[in-house]
């Protein structure tokens, strides 16, 4: 069973506050292409105006789906800082913002 398209989130960017929001995209991705993705972060940035570190768009450049096994490494200790900063049961000094956890 399928959402009427009405009712599908992505069409209501005002309802996602508070909530802590990442997108990850590969340019070049021909699966999941990245220019909707863009769209929907940039409908969200408006509500997200008081506290942008709670929205983060990670976009990899000159890549397709299958992304290489750096970006993956990338991808991952991304993923799993934003969730340590994010996720409620975490405690303790938040980690870096999305993007500077190298």
Avoid: N
């Avoid at 992505?10 to 590969?26: G, K, M, T």
């Avoid at 408006?46 to 450049?61: G, L």
């Avoid at 969730?83 to 500077?100: I, K, V």
Wanted: aromatic residues 14%.
């Amino acid at each position: 069973m399928t959402l009427p398209r009405a009712h599908s989130p992505h069409h209501h960017p005002d309802r996602f506050f508070p909530a802590a929001v990442l997108s990850q995209a590969a340019e070049f991705d021909e699966h999941c292409p990245p220019g909707p993705i863009r769209a929907f972060h940039a409908a969200l940035d408006p509500y997200y105006a008081a506290e942008p570190d709670r929205i983060a768009y990670v976009e990899y450049p000159g890549v397709r789906h299958a992304l290489t096994p750096e970006l993956i490494a990338e991808s991952e200790r991304g993923l799993v800082a934003w969730f340590q900063r994010w996720l409620p049961q975490w405690s303790g000094e938040a980690p870096p913002p999305f993007g500077e956890w190298k």
